[in-house]
């Protein structure tokens, strides 16, 4: 009981700093990181000798500092590139002049225009930004929040160009590729409840009626192409092209299947969509080729050819990657401060304790639980990488002990990772910024929790049964 209580102790001081101290989330982490390594020098000096532990912590930053930042600083620019041209207004006046329906445009904004930007820049993006364009055209704020909040759920797996998953390959020790598509087939049915949830939100079944067409052809338009690309292409693509997908497929059959305006939409659209090309490219080269590329660095050279396709100058470009850089600057010291600690709590034995603590309070039902595990994850950190960096390797131990397919647990915690962001402080405080609702946290917090105790509760029931099957 005391190693599990020691074990647990680093996470349990991070629920408190960020829930209860209202710490910001680079001290909460920083402080954890000190936590676990306090407790590794007195209490795992076997495990892991304390001349150990300064290389142990590098090796998590190393790992935080590329591929992780370096995506993540690469897609934020690429949409900064966006905004200093003014190509995100031409977007978000494209989008809005779709439809007069109201149910067509919230599937054409929330499950298409934020899947895409989940895919590309993720960190709550996929939230502020949909959000702010329907309470801009009319939409109820906590409404147009709320459906953000739950459309934004299975695509955080893949989300920011795929750094959730390939953290958690890295963590887990599952081939990526592998760990792609059984996301993808493990999140399936929820996923294809995605465009339903969404106007459910809106007003309740009464949205329902006469809107099947666009539902399925929302469904359909990000469905197919997320699930190609998620077995053919890895897991860098999938949000992208279904978001794509979604907004073509949607913009021809609601706009009268003309391309009036689209000439300028696709010079709007120009960085995004060399992101695509580049890492569409780079997916079929050869291992040889691979090796000598990161995804980071090809976003960031695709942003900035997309930056001087739409007359941004050069200089212009080098101080919106510094000023991004300077933005975010806390984002990717928490993302550091995380990877540093899972790797001390891992070679101290901790994460192990844990896993075995779980699997012996759970037994053979702890797959029906898994997706809790990374729910409590997301609800934490506010963030789906970090939940993989905290709980991947559990999930791998705890596949172990109970004979249980690594794969599917993995999954199962990146699935659940994105539903806790539905109710996680962080994701609530962004859309409340957005829709003009600071002070109404609670609010949406009341109005998104039966949605994710629903989703949550599908999701355990779907990865148990996978689990058991396979």
């Known amino acids: 009981m005391k190693d599990v209580l020691l074990s647990v102790a680093p996470i349990a001081w991070l629920v408190v700093a960020l829930s209860v101290l209202k710490l910001k989330a680079w001290q909460a982490t920083a402080t954890a990181l000190a936590v676990a390594i306090a407790i590794a020098l007195v209490f795992s000096r076997a495990a892991l000798p304390p001349s150990s532990i300064p290389s142990v912590a590098a090796e998590g930053v190393a790992f935080a500092l590329c591929p992780i930042c370096l995506v993540v600083l690469a897609a934020l620019f690429t949409y900064a590139v966006t905004v200093e041209s003014g190509a995100m207004e031409n977007i978000r006046r494209g989008l809005t002049e779709v439809s007069d329906d109201r149910r067509v445009l919230a599937l054409l904004v929330v499950w298409g225009f934020g899947n895409f930007m989940e895919g590309m820049a993720g960190f709550g993006t996929a939230v502020a930004i949909p959000a702010a364009i329907l309470v801009g055209v009319g939409f109820d704020p906590v409404k147009a929040v709320v459906m953000c909040l739950v459309a934004n759920t299975t695509p955080t797996a893949f989300g920011s160009v795929g750094v959730p998953l390939m953290t958690l390959a890295k963590e887990s020790g599952v081939d990526v590729d592998t760990l792609s598509w059984a996301t993808a087939l493990l999140q399936c049915a929820v996923t294809a409840a995605g ?17 099947w067409r666009a539902i399925v052809i929302a469904d359909v338009a990000f469905l197919v192409p997320w699930l190609l690309a998620s077995r053919y292409s890895g897991c860098e693509l999938p949000d992208i092209v279904g978001g794509l997908g979604v907004m073509v497929a949607l913009w021809l059959a609601f706009k009268g299947g003309g391309f009036s305006g689209f000439g300028g939409q696709l010079r709007a659209w120009a960085p995004f969509g060399l992101v695509v090309v580049v890492l569409g490219v780079n997916s079929v080269m050869p291992p040889s080729v691979k090796a000598w590329t990161t995804p980071g660095a090809l976003i960031l050279a695709a942003g900035f050819v997309g930056g001087l396709a739409q007359h941004v100058s050069p200089r212009r470009l080098v101080a919106v990657l510094f000023e991004t850089l300077v933005r975010y600057w806390a984002a990717f010291a928490t993302i550091c401060f995380v990877l540093a600690m899972a790797r001390v709590m891992g070679s101290a034995g901790m994460i192990s304790a844990m896993a075995s603590a779980l699997v012996s309070a759970t037994g053979d039902a702890y797959p029906y639980a898994a997706t809790a595990v990374g729910a409590l994850g997301g609800f934490v950190t506010g963030s789906g990488t970090s939940s993989c960096v905290l709980f991947g390797r559990l999930q791998a131990d ?6 249980a397919s690594p794969v599917v647990l993995a999954a199962a915690n990146v699935m659940g990772a994105g539903i806790g962001k539905m109710i996680c402080p962080q994701s609530i405080a962004i859309g409340a910024a957005a829709a003009g609702l600071v002070g109404a946290e609670s609010r949406l917090f009341k109005a998104a929790l039966p949605w994710f105790a629903g989703v949550v509760a599908a999701a355990s029931v779907i990865a148990g049964l996978a689990a058991r099957l396979l």
């Open 195 to 211: 465009p339903v949830l969404v106007l459910l939100v809106l007003d309740g079944r009464r949205a329902l009626k006469g809107a």
């Open 398 to 403: 705890a596949a172990a002990a109970i004979s």
